[in-house]
């Protein structure tokens, strides 16, 4: 329903182009909804012809008649730019904007509320993770565990889930059971958790006391229990903050995150 009511919005403003110029700020906002409900449910090929329509927008007359529509230009399109690269897997050529993402965030520091910063700081130490280089992920991420905890309680359990995976690709075995109960406290926080929520937080609760090896076995049991909702439409929120079933599947499988994303991505792509 999110995605058709999205869609009904963009195309208002599809079927009467006059109406950006009058209502800019309104054909930001739903453009930003459709490319969102787009990359919540894999739409792929529609999510990439939405942000090739976005993206052109930004470089009109409308998109930059003020500063405010300049700001939320720039932080919807960074945030589907890093979308699109989360979803194909190709964490390296997202890092590839980084610089250009810092530069907006300092150029636009008056104007963007904290929120709009910490989801952009969640999706880069994504990326950063995603293509292994965990150390620098886990920078971002304490941006956001330092900050306050007051804000997108899921954002903050999604950070210090992350963090912890994060410790774990690096076999810090000696703060795995601290940052276990961390990410638990905060998940006993979160209501309305979705099943692949539940079946995450059952596995850090039962494996709380044991090391990064001992966990491996844990890790393929849990694969077994969430594999079957990757493709269940009510199971996306989990997916939209991080592919836990692919994060998974690498340590099951050997195989590193960004191949395996890539591959499902590939496969979409010639159904």
């Not at 009109?60 to 008649?65: D, E, G, I, R, V």
């Not at 958790?193 to 090896?213: D, I």
Request: charged residues 25%; positive net charge; proline residues 2%.
């Amino acid at each position: 329903m999110y995605y058709r009511y999205s869609k009904k919005w963009a195309d208002l403003f599809k079927n009467d182009p006059m109406m950006i110029t009058v209502e800019t700020g309104h054909y930001i906002k739903g453009m930003h909804n459709l490319l969102t409900a787009n990359f919540d449910l894999r739409n792929f090929k529609q999510f990439d012809k939405y942000l090739a329509r976005f993206e052109r927008f930004t470089f009109s007359k409308p998109a930059n008649q003020h500063d405010n529509f300049r700001m939320q230009a720039f932080v919807y399109l960074t945030s589907a730019k890093i979308n699109q690269h989360l979803m194909k897997g190709t964490f390296g050529d997202g890092l590839k904007l980084v610089p250009s993402i810092e530069k907006g965030l300092e150029e636009f520091d008056m104007y963007i509320d904290r929120h709009r910063v910490l989801v952009i700081q969640y999706k880069t130490a994504l990326l950063y993770f995603g293509n292994g280089n965990y150390e620098l992920s886990i920078d971002y991420l304490q941006k956001i565990i330092n900050g306050p905890v007051d804000m997108r309680i899921d954002l903050q359990c999604y950070a210090r889930l992350l963090h912890l995976m994060a410790h774990f690709e690096m076999g810090n075995d000696a703060i795995i059971e601290s940052l276990i109960k961390s990410v638990f406290r905060f998940m006993s926080r979160m209501e309305n958790l979705t099943v692949v929520e539940e079946e995450m937080f059952k596995f850090l609760r039962n494996n709380v006391y044991e090391s990064a090896e001992k966990l491996k076995p844990g890790l393929k049991k849990l694969l077994q229990s969430i594999k079957q909702f990757e493709t269940n439409r009510f199971e996306t929120r989990a997916f939209s903050y991080i592919d836990i079933i692919s994060w998974v599947e690498s340590k099951v499988y050997g195989k590193k995150m960004s191949v395996i994303i890539h591959e499902k991505y590939m496969q979409s792509r010639h159904r």
